[in-house]
């Protein structure tokens, strides 16, 4: 609960609705998956609440959102902002902290159709982006995280690979204009926005250094540096026709499937086959989606229910599987595209199992188009979180992968973790393969102890083994422990980053549990 | 129903799995047409704060259990506040195996055991309905006021029309429209009178399940005595009470149907004829509890087989309620079935179709919220270009018009069987008038 006198001033910004600071309330946003095996990380109790914040806030403009940060400047608040909230990394380090709940901060600003790109608050989602793009024929990229989350969220805050990036590329290679407030409470416009003549949110650059490395570099600040109010972001043309016609009822709508769309899956049958084949799949830029995923991956994305998963036993043997989805506007287009694929199978002796083996639902070709097959790895045990998130060449995000496999295995004897024979991962390239991205969906019992522990227990040993294996940096190093932990084998970048922080937040009140602290700001806690 | 379709031990399990994803704000992802009708749930809409949504009441339900939230009526304000419309259940099942409506209905339950819910308002109609056999604490004896004179009842008959207790106090107009569409197709029906109660519908869903129980004996008590065959229902909230729920706690052996199953067989077998042209593009709205929550649950007695650690399917699969098996198509064949009639669709439909807003004791308690999701149902409706809002429910049509009014819409409602006495020749507003007596 906050001071009543404090209240008010919050209350002043907002209005009375918009701010509660009661039990309840707090208590539903100190909830996130995930929570219980990061809380077991940091060596506290497993259960799935963090800190108890002091009072959620619903902002609706850059103004409200500024004079809350001066207010938490003002009385040594911290300050977590949320966009759509899925995940730990939403969750306050301290009791001393409030959440900036940007749910009523959800404009479209501009869609600009000839320019490719859109500018947008927070609280706008990838689905409701995307549907309005596709009236102009175009589409936006969204995290595999699933179209329910924030393209704001994602493209400045937070990680970016998404089941469509050999097109729509990564989150941070998007980001043009931002409007972002400081942690003291000023504010930022990135790139063409802060021109001082007709500003506007084509660039996001200008001339320097690159603020939008400082705002967000690779994985995001995750709320540590500041709260994103505006971006600007690029738009892509939407693989097909975009008439998008359904029937029937959930889950296994009746798709009319656009005229030219086509899926491949493969079994590139060797690691070393399914480097070469990936690359060259790439470098046709044949694809929107090309994603190397594991035998259980695939009988996961065609499946609705764990039953239904169980069904497709066939597609489980797979070994080293491939994924190609691939759309067009034209037929000449199609057939070009399919006879490049074609092509490929033959030279490498590969034989396409879709519509020979195995008709996908017809709602699966929607679920591409719409960027929903994230969602699909929940279907096993309801919860999952990967370890890894190497961005690299196809190599070395093999190498991981493979490595990964037997620390797995370990995990899986120890029936912590669900069995996918080690194989779990999901691979994808960005911006034609010019590199990649791994990570190693892992399957594990959020409501099970033992499943919790032996998970945070294999993340770690993961991460550890990514540095002694020199794996790269896996996406998961958040919070000062892991910082300190890496730091000193990359070129001590914490400390770096420390001083941008302390740049940035001279008192600390971007709350850091997932970013870094100044060090000093800790004494605040 | 022998077993217990949604077990102490489930609710402990599931509330400890939300992955508070945010799916249940949503309509279902694949079928978000626009930003502006992408949302599914008339709490979140308007109060904002995730604790209304289907994920943060199950969060609240875990607080609860873990007694991290006490009760008070901060509480009392969030969980009452929610319609059960169950849009937020089929977004999160396109997926997840959680029971988000479930945990929503059963956590009321436990308020109510617990001493603590309902909400006053919703105390108030449920002592009504004790004393006077309906919420709306109207006398018993003039429960069949609005019947006119000249139609035609068959106490014999083996057919029931259950009107229920807002059709035959507020929407006389229904209860009048369903009768005379039987009559004009030689239908002996029969209704009850004095002997119809409330069905409990409203006190089940404010999670007074005892003072519920006691309603379905004395309702079923009546019908079994009277040997019914079929009931037929014209709310869509006692159609749903009385096919989904009544069999969770005691099984009967007659039929139920909505009246737009039964007038769309009326109309297979000829016995209902349109003859006139109704020249309106109508746009239909479908009631929550004749779409997505008509499901009856099925009962399954199969074995959780456990493939491998952390991982257990079911043998034979468990059937999942996702709404695909609600009414859809008999109001939509009826209405595409009226000769000049346009029939066109708000892009929020069937099993994601948005509520209305009155539900689960909102109307009474709450009745800003209930006005004001309907002024969102409204907008969308005037948003498909119809110039009548039509649908086949009593509550949904009090709320509905409550909302054109207050939003001052140029939309007109109807009941779709006012929609049929037109069709049939039959003005309904003059047989209303000269009937009912000023209803
Ligand atoms: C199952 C699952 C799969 C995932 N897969 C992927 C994936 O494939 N690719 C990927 O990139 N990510 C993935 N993620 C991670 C993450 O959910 C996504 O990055 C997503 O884009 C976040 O969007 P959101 O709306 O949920 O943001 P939130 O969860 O609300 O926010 C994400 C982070 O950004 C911060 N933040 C949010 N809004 C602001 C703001 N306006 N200003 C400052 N800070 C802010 C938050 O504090 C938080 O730390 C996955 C997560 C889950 C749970
Ligand atoms: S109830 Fe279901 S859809 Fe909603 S947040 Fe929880 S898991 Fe996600
Ligand atoms: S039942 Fe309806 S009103 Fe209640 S939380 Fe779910 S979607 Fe919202």
Not at chain 2, 407 to 426: F, N, P, T, V
Request: aromatic content about 10%; overall charge neutral.
């Amino acid at each position: 609960m906050l001071e009543k006198d404090i209240l008010k001033e919050f209350q002043d910004v907002v209005g009375p609705e918009f701010i509660d600071d009661g039990d309840v309330m707090t208590n539903v946003y100190a909830y996130n998956w995930c929570t219980e095996f990061v809380n077991y990380m940091e060596g506290k109790e497993p259960i799935p609440f963090s800190p108890v914040p002091k009072a959620v806030i619903l902002p609706s403009t850059t103004e409200e959102v500024q004079k809350i940060i001066k207010l938490c400047n003002k009385y040594k608040i911290k300050f977590k902002a949320q966009s759509t909230g899925l995940g730990p990394w939403n969750q306050p380090s301290t009791d001393n902290s409030i959440i900036l709940d940007l749910r009523r901060m959800n404009k479209i600003v501009k869609i600009d159709e000839k320019n490719l790109y859109a500018v947008v608050e927070s609280y706008v989602s990838g689905a409701q982006l995307q549907a309005e793009a596709m009236k102009y024929g175009l589409t936006v990229h969204m995290p595999g995280a699933g179209p329910m989350a924030s393209p704001l969220a994602s493209h400045t805050s937070m990680a970016g690979p998404g089941f469509t990036s050999p097109q729509t590329g990564h989150s941070a290679r998007n980001v043009l204009g931002v409007e972002w407030v400081l942690p003291d409470g000023k504010i930022m416009r990135l790139g063409s926005l802060g021109q001082k003549n007709n500003p506007d949110w084509f660039i996001g650059d200008g001339p320097g250094p690159s603020l939008r490395g400082i705002m967000r570099g690779w994985v995001g600040a995750k709320s540590g540096i500041g709260v994103f109010t505006k971006v600007g972001i690029k738009l892509f043309p939407y693989p097909t026709d975009t008439k998008f016609v359904m029937t029937g009822h959930a889950p296994l709508y009746n798709f009319e499937k656009p005229d030219y769309i086509r899926a491949y899956v493969f079994d590139c049958k060797s690691w070393k086959g399914l480097e070469k084949i990936m690359l060259r799949v790439e470098e046709e830029e044949v694809g929107f989606i090309v994603s190397h995923i594991s035998g259980l991956a695939v009988m996961a994305i065609f499946s609705y229910s764990i039953e239904g998963l169980m069904d497709k036993m066939a597609l489980g043997v797979l070994k080293n599987p491939l994924l190609v989805v691939m759309g067009a506007r034209t037929k000449r287009e199609f057939d070009y595209k399919q006879m490049v694929m074609e092509d490929i199978l033959t030279e490498y002796d590969l034989e396409n199992i879709i519509d020979t083996k195995y008709v996908p639902e017809k709602v699966f070709y929607a679920e591409c188009l719409r960027a929903n097959l994230g969602y699909h790895g929940f279907i096993a045990t309801g919860g999952f979180q990967s370890a890894k998130g190497q961005a690299d060449a196809a190599a070395l995000c093999l190498r991981a992968e493979k490595t990964n496999i037997p620390l797995k295995q370990k995990y899986i004897k120890k029936e912590a973790i669900a069995n996918d024979f080690g194989e779990g991962a999901w691979m994808t390239s960005y911006e034609g393969g010019h590199f990649f991205h791994m990570e190693s969906p892992t399957m594990f019992n959020q409501s099970d102890l033992k499943s919790v522990k032996g998970m945070a227990n294999y993340m770690d040993e993961s991460n550890k083994q990514d540095l002694i294996k020199h794996l790269g940096a896996p996406f998961f190093i958040e919070g000062d422990k892991l910082h300190d932990e890496w730091g000193p084998h990359m070129m001590n970048y914490h400390n770096w980053l420390r001083k941008i922080k302390a740049a940035f937040d001279p008192n600390g009140v971007a709350d850091s549990g997932f970013y870094i602290t100044a060090k000093k700001e800790c004494e605040n806690k | 129903m022998t077993t217990e379709h949604f077990p102490e031990q489930e609710y402990r399990r599931m509330i400890k799995m939300c992955l508070r994803c945010s799916v249940c704000k949503w309509i279902p992802q694949v079928q978000i047409k626009s930003q502006k009708y992408a949302s599914c749930c008339p709490a979140m809409d308007i109060y904002d704060y995730h604790a209304y949504s289907g994920g943060g009441r199950i969060i609240l339900a875990l607080a609860y259990e873990m007694g991290r939230v006490k009760p008070s009526d901060d509480l009392l304000n969030i969980v009452y506040r929610c319609t059960e419309c169950g849009n937020c259940a089929i977004a999160c099942k396109y997926m997840n195996t959680l029971e988000p409506l479930e945990i929503i209905m059963k956590f009321r339950e436990k308020l109510v055991k617990d001493g603590y819910g309902p909400m006053p308002q919703q105390k108030a109609y449920t002592e009504a309905m004790k004393k006077v056999n309906n919420p709306y604490n109207e006398p018993h004896e003039k429960r069949v006021d609005w019947l006119p004179s000249d139609i035609k009842v068959d106490p014999d008959a083996k057919l029931l029309y259950y009107v229920g207790c807002t059709s035959s106090y507020r929407r006389k107009e229904m209860a009048i429209a369903a009768a005379r569409i039987m009559n004009a197709a030689g239908v002996p029906f029969n209704i009850l009178k004095d002997d119809e109660f409330c069905c409990g519908s409203p006190v089940y869903r404010t999670g007074d399940v005892e003072s519920f129980k006691v309603q379905l004996n004395k309702n079923l008590d009546v019908m079994e005595s009277k040997g019914i065959e079929t009931i037929i229902f014209s709310c869509a909230g006692c159609y749903d009470t009385f096919k989904v729920d009544y069999p969770l706690y005691r099984e009967y052996n007659f039929e139920v149907l909505h009246t737009v199953e039964f007038f769309e067989q009326l109309i297979e077998e000829g016995k209902l004829k349109f003859t006139t042209e109704v020249p309106i593009m109508v746009t239909y709205h479908d009631p929550c509890h004749l779409g997505r929550t008509a499901e009856r649950y099925e009962e399954w007695a199969g074995d959780e087989l456990k493939l491998m650690p952390l991982v257990s399917i079911n043998i034979p699969p468990k059937p999942k309620n996702i709404g695909a098996k609600g009414v859809y198509d008999a109001p939509r064949n009826i209405l595409n079935k009226i000769p000049g009639l346009k029939l066109v669709e708000m892009e929020r439909i069937m099993e994601y179709s948005y509520c209305c807003g009155a539900g689960a004791g909102v109307k009474s308690a709450f009745p800003d919220m209930a006005i004001r999701s309907s002024k969102n149902r409204i907008e969308e409706a005037e948003d498909s270009g119809a110039n009548i809002l039509v649908s086949a429910c009593p509550f949904c049509s009090t709320n509905l018009q409550d909302g054109i009014k207050e939003s001052g819409s140029k939309l007109k409602y109807y009941d779709i069987s006012e929609l049929i006495l037109m069709a049939l020749g039959l003005d309904p507003e003059k047989l209303i008038q000269a009937t009912a007596g000023g209803a």
